[in-house]
């Protein structure tokens, strides 16, 4: 599978998160004056407004916060990929972020179910795309629900 | 936008709108000003007695809106060297509740006198696809969401998702959203979509993105609509059927949707607080909802926020038919973008307008008896931020 559309254009301060990922890690922005996670990574902390910002090896695992599986009205260059599943990813570091799930059982995932990072090259494209598979026992089939 | 009780200072005195759908030989301008000028008719005026034109954001052509924001409004009605500003307040679909609050606190402090709050696009008249990729686009962002294939209708669906699973709300409910708006649209000459709906009919859709289906799903319209705001004062003495702005708050909560940390809630508790607040009034107070839909979980999580729906959770409320035209807390009574038509920025402007126009005692054939006391939503782009207002026939 291949995603040549709609390639990721990096920002001086975000070229860090995808060169990274070009080489199969997964990194979170930090502050360095008040140690919180940046995500999306930014210019200036959106904390304090500091600018001695870093980088740190994330896990890349956490849950499923939301899923959608897109069968159909793809935007342009999507439709060959059909259906994909669109996630939102709640970080075990606690920060958030859109992606896809891929592999097994993922059209059948849940809100709540673990996941944890890998890659996808673009083809075509020297751009790596942080994805997520799912990790371990799946979340009984009633058990998740909270009100 | 304080929180604290106050009477109004604003009202609306005039409304304009054109029937929403695919019209191929109705232009921006030509809906625009057919809007225009029956708003500055109903409220008795004039072109000249216009200080300030605002127009909100049109989405399809760049070029009108680029003559939106360059003032041709003010000069096809006549307004030149009359009207003192032309400015742009766009805010997605949270335009309608922003340019309000905008108006408001212009004429409020004297700065102008008539404020023209207009909208008009041709988004429905886009080729199916570039609909698509256009609100892939709006709210959406480029380096970290499009390249994964994000576009709206997952908006819709992953609040969706999220919202069911934390209040375990049905796709069954869901679809009875739809079919509340569509019997509302069913008397609204405006409505694009008029034909009965049924639950069944929904779920027998084509799934687009889990959990919705094709019917599920607002379709794009062209469409045009204008509200003119004054001072409470000056409404009083301009109109019998002034409708007052009793109070306004809002709240940014994203604008990647995946940085939202409550998308069973957005903003809309707290909005709702603060309005009703501002408002000197409580949900039981409230007799009308206008609704901003787009998806039928949007309203939902409003509706459960504002406290109208006698304790229940929304959608087993909306299941049950209250929100039906005679039920006991009408919502969205043009029939909604799922029904009426999503005319882009003027979607949320169209339910806005219905509002002043039930208020006003104008709705013809699904007029709502003695409703005195309104609450209207917005959002804008994926719902970054959650707008309630409350409306009412009395200053307080
Ligand atoms: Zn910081």
């Given at each position: ?88 990813v709640r970080l075990d570091e606690g920060v958030q ?51 | ?109 004297g700065a102008a006198r008539t404020v023209l709050c ?124 002034p409708v007052f702005v009793r109070g306004h708050s ?147």
């Amino acid at each position: 599978m291949s995603f040549a559309h709609a390639l990721p254009v990096p920002t001086p301060w975000s070229a860090p998160y995808w060169e990274a990922s070009r080489k199969k890690r997964f990194v979170l922005q930090c502050c360095n004056a008040c140690d919180r996670l940046i995500m999306y990574p930014k210019r200036f902390c959106p904390f304090c407004l500091s600018e001695d910002l870093g980088w740190r090896d994330s896990a890349g695992t956490g849950e499923i916060y939301s899923i959608t599986v897109q069968r159909a009205g793809a935007p342009t260059g999507f439709s060959e990929h059909l259906p994909y599943v669109l996630i939102i990813v709640r970080l075990d570091e606690g920060v958030q972020l859109m992606s896809r799930l891929i592999g097994p059982d993922a059209e059948t995932a849940r809100c709540g179910d673990r996941v944890k990072v890998d890659f996808q090259d673009v083809a075509g494209a020297d751009v790596t795309l942080p994805v997520f598979r799912l990790d371990g026992a799946k979340t009984p089939a009633n058990g998740s629900r909270s009100t | 936008m304080s929180t604290h009780r106050r009477s109004a200072s604003a009202a609306v005195v005039g409304i304009g709108e054109v029937p929403s759908g695919r019209f191929s030989d109705r232009s921006e301008i030509e809906a625009a000003v057919i809007a225009a000028r029956e708003a500055i008719l109903d409220a008795g005026l004039s072109p000249r007695d216009i200080d300030v034109v605002m127009p909100t954001g049109a989405l399809a052509s760049r070029h009108f809106n680029v003559d939106l924001v360059f003032s041709r409004l003010c000069e096809e009605l006549g307004m030149l060297r009359s009207a003192k500003m032309n400015v742009q307040v766009m805010a997605g679909g949270g335009s309608s509740s922003s340019m309000l609050a905008v108006a408001e606190a212009l004429v409020s402090t004297g700065a102008a006198r008539t404020v023209l709050c207009l909208h008009s696009d041709k988004v429905g008249s886009l080729p199916r696809q570039a609909g698509i990729d256009l609100f892939a686009t709006t709210g959406v962002s480029e380096e970290w969401e499009a390249p994964y294939g994000h576009n709206m209708n997952a908006v819709g669906a992953l609040v969706s998702q999220r919202y069911m699973y934390e209040t375990g709300t049905t796709e069954e409910e869901l679809a009875a959203v739809c079919v509340s708006l569509r019997k509302w649209a069913a008397l609204n000459p405006h409505a694009m979509f008029r034909q009965p709906l049924t639950v069944e009919e929904v779920l027998a859709s084509k799934m687009i993105a889990d959990p919705l289906r094709a019917k599920h799903c607002n379709v794009l319209a062209d469409g045009a609509s204008a509200y003119i705001v004054a001072s409470a004062q000056d409404a009083q003495k301009m109109t019998k059927t002034p409708v007052f702005v009793r109070g306004h708050s809002s709240l940014v909560t994203h604008y990647t949707l995946s940085q939202d940390t409550d998308l069973a809630k957005l903003g809309f508790p707290e909005a709702a607080h603060a309005a009703y607040a501002e408002a000197g009034l409580r949900p039981q107070d409230i007799q009308l909802a206008q609704i901003y839909d787009s998806y039928p979980v949007f309203a939902l999580i409003a509706m459960d926020a504002l406290g109208v729906c006698g304790g229940e959770r929304a959608g087993a409320f909306v299941a049950a038919g209250h929100t039906s035209p005679g039920g006991r807390m009408p919502m969205t009574t043009n029939g909604g973008m799922l029904s009426q038509g999503h005319t882009g920025a003027g979607g949320g402007i169209a339910v806005l307008v219905e509002a002043f126009r039930q208020l006003m005692g104008k709705a013809g054939e699904r007029q709502v008896a003695n409703a005195v006391n309104a609450v209207e939503t917005a959002s804008g782009g994926t719902w970054m931020d959650s707008h309630v207002t409350i409306l009412s026939k009395e200053p307080g």
